[in-house]
C-alpha cells in the first residue's frame, strides 16, 4: 500500500504535466489542466495504480497486457466522467464528435492510448518507480505521504466548493437572465397597450424599471466575472457542459475567453518575433548588427550553447538513473561540453531553418529523422575513427545497430520542436545583441579554443586506443599523451567509453564479382 500511494501522487504529477505540456503544444500557452488546483491530475494516478495491480501478472504477456490495459483504462475513464457529471451535474469532457465514443465519456482513440501506455508502464516505469521509492527512507516517505494526503485532500475540497460555487453562480445568471426578459417582456406589453392614461403609468413603470435594470445588470455583471477558480476550471476543461444551465456556463465561457484572447495576441507577439529571427528582416538603412542571418558566428554560438544544454541534460539525467550519482560527461578534455548536441544543433538548425511556419508535427517528424540519423552517424564514425563506442543501445527496442532508437528518436523530435518553435528565435536575438567589439574577437577567441581542445581530445582518446592495443609509445607526441591523457583520466571525462575495435569495412577490391547472369 505504501508503495502504491507514492506511485499515485508521482503518475498523477506526470499526468497532470503531459496534460500541461499538451495543452501548451496545443494552445501556445500555460492552462493548468488537472481537475484540482495544484499540480495533479488523479485519474492518471488512479490509472496506473489500478492497471498495474492487476495486470503485473500478466506481464509477460504483451497482448493479454495490452488488452487488459485497454479495457482498464477505459473502464475507468467511463466511470469517472460518468460519476462527476452525476454528482456535480456538468460533463467534464466530450469525445462525441471523436469516432467509435460511448456516450462521450470514452473513444477508441483513447483507449489505445491507455493500452499502450498501460503496458508500458507494467513492463518499464513502474519497476524503475518501485525502485526510487524503496531509496526514500521509510519514516521520511511515511511523513511526506502523510503531507500529500492532507494538501491533496484540502485541494479536493477546496475544488468541490468552487465546483459548487460554480453551479450557484450558473443559477444566479439564470435567474437574473429571466427577470431582465420579464422586465423587458412587461415593458413591451406597456408599450403596445397604447392608451394615453397607461402611457402616463408607462413612464412611471419606465423610471422603476430603469432603475431594477441598472441594479440587475450590476448584478448581472458581477456575477459573470468568475472567480480564479472558475476561470481555471473552465481553461482546463474547454468541452465542460452544464446539463442544466449551459447558456450561462457558455456566457461564463466568453468572459474567460476575454483572457484568452489577450493570451492569444501575446502569443501573436511571440510568433511575430519568431519570424523576423528567420526571415531576418531589417528596416531600410539600419546597421547589420552581430550575426546576422545564416553565418558562422551565429551558428558557433549556437554551437556553444548545445554543448552546455547537452552537459546539463546529461548531467541531470546521470542524477535520475540508478546508481544515482554524479558523473562527468563530456565530450572534450577541457569545459563542460558535449559535442554531439552542439553539432546536432547546428544540424537540426540548418535542416530545419525553412520549416519554421511549418505544422508541429511536420518538425517533430523531422527533427526525429534528423536526430536520430545524427546519432547514428557520430557513433560510427566514432568507431571508424577510434575503435570506441560512447553509447550502445542493442538492449533497447527498435534500435539501429545499437547506435539509435525510436525512444531517444522521440526526445530527439521533443528537443528539435522546441527549439525550432521557441528557442532558437530567442537564442538568435539574444546573440545580435552582442556588441561587435566584442563578439568578433570573442568568437575567433573561443574557436580556436574549441578547435585546440577537439585535437587533443581526438588524439587523448586516438592514443588511448593504442594502448588497449599495446602500442607502445615511440615519440614525443605519443608521451605527451600519455603523461597527461592517461586511461585513469579519460575514464573520468568518459565513463561509458568503450573500446570494441573499428568496424569491418568491405573494401571494394575485396568484393566478390558480379554474377552477370544474376
Known sequence: MYTYVWCFFIFAFLGWCSEVAFAAVRDRHF??????????????GFGVV????????????????????????????WFAGFVLEKVFRQKWWDYSN????????????FSIVWAIAGAMVVRFVMPLTRYFVSLIPRTVGVVVLLVLLGLALADFTVTVVAIIGLNRKLKNLEYVSSKIRAGSDKLGEGISAGAIAVKEKQKEFEKEWQKEAARLKEKYEQTLHANKLHKRLLKAFPDLKSLKHNEQLEL?????DVFRRRSGELIRKHNEAAVAAYEQRLPEGAEKPFAYGMCYSKLFWIFMIGNLVGFVLETLYALAMPPHKFELRVSVVFGPFILIYGFGAIAITLFLYKMYNQKDVLIFLASMVIGGGFEYLCSFLQQVMFGTV???????????????????????????????????????????????KVGRPLTIAVSLFMVADMALSAGAVYRQSERVNNVPASNVVQEFFDEYFPDEFLKIIYPHMQYVGKPEIVKPENLPPLDPMG
Not at 100 to 109: A, P, W
Not at 252 to 256: I, K, M, P, S
Not at 411 to 418: D, M, R, S
Request: glycine share 10%; charged share 15%; hydrophobic share 45%.
Open 252 to 256: 461564463l465561457r466568453q468572459n474567460v
Open 31 to 44: 492552462v493548468n489542466r488537472g481537475f484540482l488546483n495544484g499540480p495533479l491530475c488523479p485519474i492518471y
Open 50 to 77: 489500478l492497471i498495474d495491480f492487476i495486470m503485473r501478472p500478466f506481464g509477460g504477456n504483451l497482448a493479454a497486457l495490452l488488452v487488459g490495459s485497454m479495457v482498464l483504462g477505459s473502464a475507468l475513464e
Open 390 to 436: 560512447s553509447w550502445e543501445y542493442s538492449d533497447s527496442a527498435l534500435n539501429i545497430g545499437g547506435r539509435t532508437n525510436l525512444m531517444y528518436s522521440f526526445f530527439w523530435g521533443i528537443l528539435g520542436l522546441i527549439w525550432v518553435k521557441d528557442l532558437y528565435p530567442i537564442l538568435s536575438r539574444t546573440i545580435q545583441r552582442i556588441p561587435k
Open 98 to 109: 471523436q469516432p467509435h465514443n460511448l456516450n462521450g465519456y470514452i473513444c477508441l482513440k
